[in-house]
């Protein structure tokens, strides 16, 4: 079975530039979450959808982001303006209600 | 306070050494508890569910407590290819599928 798929691996962009990452969760799995990863915060999660709705955005850092599941098996995380403290590691991730996270192999955004 | 705290580490351990890790959590309605391992620039990726009885696999061993509110991992015979740092993973009843996260225990196994 394929795993969580996000791309791309890596993305360096200027600042005040649109990002936009993507994922395809795990087949059949109704829960798909983005976290984003730095040294200073560790594992942070922003956003989570079931079954397409999202449920908790409460840590969506600001306006700047944004994200949207059109379907079940996919899902955009949208930065627009981008800025130097949003270089970090997005991981998305999915899961069936009450079941372990499975999580994709993340994008390493830089913006400069 | 935190929702799950871990020690941070280091841990710097032998090669063959045994290690445990401990994990305290704050939701006492907590149902749901794992074991993530995650290497340098990877992804989590889950080691192991951990269960009210305790279960063990292999060189790994996860324990419960609840009354006591913490989750604990040990490695047995610890190998150079378990350096990583281990996230502790619980999920409380009633929050509509939400994980929380510690903050990860790095371990280095030194030849």
């Known amino acids: 079975d394929a795993g969580v798929i996000q791309s791309p691996r890596h993305e360096v962009t200027e600042m005040g530039q649109e990002v936009t990452l993507r994922c395809k969760p795990i087949s059949g799995h109704d829960y798909l979450f983005w976290y984003r990863q730095t040294m200073m915060r560790g594992l942070e999660l922003l956003i989570y959808?079931?079954?397409?709705?999202?449920?908790?955005d409460s840590g969506m850092p600001e306006d700047r982001f944004s994200a949207k599941m059109p379907n079940a098996s996919f899902s955009t995380l949208k930065i627009q303006p981008s800025e130097p403290r949003d270089s970090a590691v997005y991981f998305c991730?999915?899961?069936?209600?009450?079941?372990?996270?499975?999580f994709g192999n993340g994008t390493r955004l830089t913006v400069t | 306070r935190k929702e799950v705290e871990q020690d941070p580490g280091p841990f710097n351990v032998p090669e063959g050494a045994t290690v445990a890790f401990n994990c305290t959590y704050s939701?006492?309605?907590?149902?749901?508890f794992f074991w993530y391992r995650q290497d340098c620039r990877k992804e989590p990726k889950l080691l192991m569910s951990?269960?009210?009885s305790g279960n063990e696999d292999g060189r790994f061993t996860a324990q419960l407590n609840r009354a006591s509110q913490y989750i604990s991992l040990l490695i047995r015979d610890s190998k150079l290819s378990d350096s990583a740092t281990y996230l502790c993973?619980?999920?409380?009843?009633?929050?509509?599928?939400?994980?929380?996260f510690g903050t990860g225990t790095s371990l280095t196994v030194i030849p």
């Open positions: 991730a999915s899961s069936l209600f009450s079941s372990p996270l499975h």
């Open positions: 993973v619980v999920m409380p009843e009633n929050t509509g599928n939400q994980f929380y």
């Open positions: 959808f079931n079954n397409n709705v999202p449920i908790d």
């Open positions: 951990v269960y009210s």
């Open positions: 939701n006492s309605a907590s149902q749901s």
